[in-house]
């Protein structure tokens, strides 16, 4: 199975901040990336498809690079809804797999 | 508006069985592959099962292979997970998603929507 690791699990940051997070694949995944938001008590929210693409609705604030085994999520500004945990995913392959998630907290 | 909402989940015994539901509207239901991900108490994101959109292809994680079966009723709309020889490890909250697309360049592809979940708690 394909294991997607992320970086850091959490962190600190203030309104305003730029946040990078990273998921490395163990395997080349191409561009078969999706980036979650997930809040406490809440499903996961889609964010992110194809390593970069932005889906409707998300604020362009979010976005996504990278392809192969090295992923980025990148918020420009960070905003005080934005305070939560971040999952990639693979979708290159059966097992689909998830990374371990990063919690972003407020500083 | 397209909602996928759980149902089934519950205080079950070790050794257990339990089947869940999910009920799709606002969508095709038919022509989209469908997955059930699932997440045990403070602890992250596990996709559990998969099955194509006409129902004849299905996935699933090597620890649940042999025990859960992911089948769908397309003339229901509904997603199902029967699980048996529940253990105290699966005790989760279990989503369903349905993928972006109809069709997909890669194995899979990445879950838009996703239900509120259902609870699974096994325990004596």
């Known amino acids: 199975a394909i294991q997607l690791a992320q970086s850091p699990s959490s962190l600190s940051a203030s309104v305003g901040d730029r946040v990078t997070i990273t998921c490395r694949a163990s395997?080349?995944?191409?561009?078969?990336l999706a980036w979650y938001q997930q809040k406490p008590g809440k499903a996961p929210k889609f964010l992110i498809y194809?390593?970069?693409s932005l889906e409707s609705g998300v604020p362009s604030r979010f976005s996504g690079s990278g392809s192969g085994t090295d992923f980025i999520l990148t918020i420009s500004s960070l905003q005080p809804e934005d305070f939560a945990t971040y999952y990639c995913?693979?979708?290159?392959?059966?097992?689909?797999?998830f990374g371990g998630g990063t919690k972003v907290e407020i500083e | 508006e397209v909602h996928l909402v759980e149902s089934g989940g519950g205080l079950i015994q070790p050794g257990g069985s339990l089947r869940l539901s999910c009920a799709a509207s606002?969508?095709?239901?038919?022509?989209?592959?469908m997955s059930w991900v699932r997440q045990a108490p403070g602890k992250g994101l596990e996709w559990v099962s998969g099955?194509?959109?006409?129902?004849?292809?299905?996935y699933y994680t090597d620890s649940v292979k042999g025990r859960f079966t992911i089948s769908r009723d397309n003339s229901k709309n509904t997603l199902y997970l029967q699980m048996n020889s529940l253990r105290a490890e699966d005790t989760a909250v279990y989503y369903c998603?349905?993928?972006?697309?109809?069709?997909?360049?890669?194995?899979?592809?990445?879950?838009?929507?996703w239900g509120q979940g259902t609870m699974v708690t096994v325990s004596s």
């Open positions: 998603a349905k993928v972006r697309q109809i069709t997909f360049y890669y194995g899979s592809d990445a879950f838009d929507i």
């Open positions: 606002g969508f095709t239901f038919s022509s989209y592959a």
């Open positions: 099955i194509s959109a006409s129902g004849g292809s299905t």
């Open positions: 395997q080349g995944i191409s561009s078969a």
């Open positions: 194809d390593a970069s």
């Open positions: 995913q693979q979708f290159n392959s059966y097992p689909l797999t």
